[in-house]
């Protein structure tokens, strides 16, 4: 079983920043993937989602500055992340929808004011 994010970094506000996933192809083939965020003391949130059709959703905090996208060859989840906000600061996973008990490796955006 593999879902490892990378990507992540430190970026002022209003930047942007791109961080990717590779999971396991019997998690992501035909299966809707999403990326989910957890900030520290927070719950974590399901912030994007993409079936594997191609068809997209997204929380109302991000709608508008976030886009994700999946490689299905590749088994890759993308999200393209623009006009950042400091509270985009958070661990990023991806996972399956509904997810699954095991996480994987996150990746850390901070966005500083």
């Known amino acids: 079983v593999q879902l490892q994010a990378s990507g992540g970094g430190l970026v002022q506000a209003g930047g942007s920043l791109i961080i990717s996933c590779v999971a396991s192809g019997s998690i992501f083939r035909r299966n809707t993937m999403g990326w989910y965020r957890q900030a520290p003391g927070k719950q974590r949130e399901l912030v994007a989602a993409?079936?594997?059709?191609?068809?997209?959703n997204y929380a109302d905090s991000v709608k508008g500055r976030f886009t994700i996208s999946r490689d299905n060859v590749k088994n890759l989840v993308i999200l393209q992340m623009n006009s950042l906000k400091p509270e985009d600061t958070a661990v990023y996973y991806c996972?399956?929808?509904?997810?699954?008990?095991?996480w994987g490796q996150g990746t850390q955006v901070t966005v500083s004011s």
């Open positions: 993409i079936t594997s059709g191609g068809n997209t």
């Open positions: 996972n399956k929808l509904p997810a699954l008990d095991y």
